[in-house]
T-cell receptor, first 112, second 114 residues
Framework: DTAVSQTPKYLVTQMGNDKSIKCEQN?????MYWYKQDSKKFLKIMFS???????INETVPNRFSPKSPDKAHLNLHINSLELGDSAVYFC???????????FGPGTRLLVL | AQSVTQPDIHITVSEGASLELRCNYS??????LFWYVQSPGQGLQLLLK??????LVQGIKGFEAEFKRSQSSFNLRKPSVHWSDAAEYFC????????????FGKGTRLSVIA
């Protein structure tokens, strides 16, 4: 029944490792997003896909690579993890870019 | 560029007291307006939204917000706060068209004391 789900919920890893976070939505939405929330709770959009096509790509290191195998999934792969990547990463979806976004529960990433 | 300002970083209210969280936006035209709530350790949940029509919008959990075009504001209110309302509140705006997504404010943390 979960509308937007993310896995894993927690991720603890060493610097330099490569990791992936998965997101799935069962709302039939066309648009999906990845956000990064820092320790001060500031939400920053990273990427947005519409119908599997990248439409928003903010200033994000190219170590971050989103992949959308289909409309219902948007995964985030991170190469060569750094300490500063520690944050909560939220996936979201909406029917259209301007419309209400529905958020996943977040993935808490800690890089040691 | 559009921006959203939430002037209050942290607000503390007593349980049962009324609440108003401020949100101002800077945009050329009236955008879509949203309020989200984030409880500790959770994702964001939509409280209410304004697209058009009646400027007083009712949301979930007893919240309401009023859009004031002249002040470019969309303040969130609740007449009587419950301890479970303690959370982070985010105002967000989106333009009426194009591929520009929601722009979020920096959030207001609400603490509720007995």
């Amino acid at each position: 029944d979960t509308a937007v789900s993310q896995t894993p919920k927690y991720l603890v890893t060493q610097m330099g490792n490569d990791k992936s976070i998965k997101c799935e939505q069962n709302l039939g939405h066309d648009t999906m997003y990845w956000y990064k929330q820092d320790s001060k709770k500031f939400l920053k959009i990273m990427f947005s896909y519409n119908n599997k096509e990248l439409i928003i790509n903010e200033t994000v290191p190219n170590r971050f690579s989103p992949k959308s195998p289909d409309k219902a999934h948007l995964n985030l792969h991170i190469n060569s993890l750094e300490l500063g990547d520690s944050a909560v990463y939220f996936c979201a979806s909406s029917q259209a870019v301007q419309e209400t976004q529905y958020f996943g529960p977040g993935t808490r990433l800690l890089v040691l | 560029a559009q921006s959203v300002t939430q002037p209050d970083i942290h607000i503390t209210v007593s349980e049962g007291a009324s609440l108003e969280l401020r949100c101002n936006y800077s945009y050329g035209a009236t955008p879509y307006l949203f309020w989200y709530v984030q409880s500790p350790g959770q994702g964001l949940q939509l409280l209410l939204k304004y697209f058009s029509g009646d400027t007083l919008v009712q949301g979930i959990k007893g919240f309401e917000a009023e859009f004031k075009r002249s002040q470019s504001s969309f303040n969130l209110r609740k007449p009587s706060v419950h301890w479970s309302d303690a959370a982070e509140y985010f105002c967000a705006v989106a333009p009426l068209s194009g591929n520009t997504p929601l722009v979020f404010g920096k959030g207001t943390r609400l603490s509720v004391i007995a």
